[in-house]
């Protein structure tokens, strides 16, 4: 139905594709549920660590905690029915560890082995066609870089001012692993976090975009300032001393946005770095050495440095008329100078 000359036209619906999932999963965690339930059926836990517990948490489309009736059929664990069938199932196993130490032993000497859990059993069969979910996803990243490019708005909740498009794109970053991880942690997360990846080059460039271009180029030959036209003249003779830079000028106020950017790049640099542990922390084991986001973390260490260029350029150029008038004053006609 996903895939060949069958394939459902509905398969490209993202919103489709997404409830039949949701729904195999469903099938498969009550499914387990029924075989422990009438035949006794232990699982795995591969998240237990020393634990002697089989009991799991399992959790429904929205994330919320499931309970299970005497039927097997899920119901929302804060729910009035899920409650009352928690507060059983609790009961019954406090029962259950209060049996004698023999009749455990005869309990062990029968028991059948664990095995392997069923969820993933039919649902890892859907990662391979999760391309439109990722596309809807880079979709909604795509319209919040959008917004960033317009919107100066800041956040002064923090310890430092940030643009709060910066804030806001990172929470909807973690919402997005949390929709993804509830469904699959394999190969469609991966993809996700590529798209993380892509997502996050593109706002550092949107952040970049916001400080002022530079307004001329200069060449300085040994101390000396000059023009750009004839310092490329002189570094074309080949001497060593010449090196090129660009001036920029900031706007009467204009610094505050700067150091807003710079801000901004540094909190999104050091948030990269969490994202990253978080991402590795979920994801499967076969893809934890494939995540790697230096890359986008130096992207906004090279818009940093270029705010705090910037910002000293700028307020280099705009304190150069007193500079001037200062050198160009003859200070010996004054007989004394205050600080004033």
């Given at each position: 139905?996903?895939?060949g000359p069958y394939k459902d036209r509905d ?257 999104c640099a050091d948030t990269v770095e969490a ?66």
């Open positions: 139905l996903l895939d398969a490209q619906n993202a919103t489709i594709l997404l409830k039949a999932l949701q729904k195999t999963i469903l099938f498969e965690k009550e499914m387990m549920v029924r075989l422990d339930r009438n035949y006794g059926t232990k699982f795995i836990d591969p998240s237990a660590t020393g634990s002697t517990s089989q009991q799991k948490q399992l959790l429904g489309e929205d994330g919320e905690v499931l309970e299970f009736d005497e039927s097997g059929q899920a119901v929302e664990g804060s729910s009035a029915q899920g409650i009352r069938i928690k507060y059983e199932r609790l009961k019954k196993e406090e029962a259950k560890a209060a049996t004698s130490l023999s009749q455990l032993t005869e309990e062990k000497t029968r028991e059948v082995p664990a095995v392997r859990p069923l969820v993933g059993v039919a649902s890892t069969s859907f990662d391979k066609y999760m391309a439109p979910y990722i596309a809807l996803e880079e979709q909604s990243m795509n319209e919040h870089l959008v917004e960033s490019a317009s919107s100066n708005e800041i956040d002064t909740r923090g310890e430092k001012p940030l643009l709060t498009s910066s804030t806001a794109l990172f929470v909807y970053i973690k919402g997005s692993i949390t929709r993804c991880t509830v469904l699959t942690k394999g190969s469609p997360f991966f993809y996700l976090c590529q798209s993380f990846k892509d997502t996050l080059r593109k706002y550092a460039t949107v952040l970049s975009g916001k400080l002022p271009s530079p307004t001329s180029g200069t060449t300085v030959v040994g101390g000396i300032t000059i023009s750009a036209s004839v310092g490329g003249l002189v570094a074309s003779g080949g001497n060593k001393e010449v090196s090129s830079t660009s001036t920029y000028k900031i706007a009467p106020g204009g610094e505050e946005n700067v150091c807003h950017v710079i801000a901004t790049c540094e909190y994202l990253e542990d978080l991402i590795k922390e979920t994801i499967e084991d076969s893809y934890k050495v494939k995540v790697d986001m230096s890359g986008e973390q130096e992207a906004f260490h090279d818009v940093m440095a270029r705010g705090i260029k910037v910002l000293v350029s700028g307020l280099e150029n705009r304190a150069e008329p007193a500079f001037r008038t200062m050198t160009s004053t003859n200070w010996a006609t004054f007989n004394e100078v205050g600080e004033e």
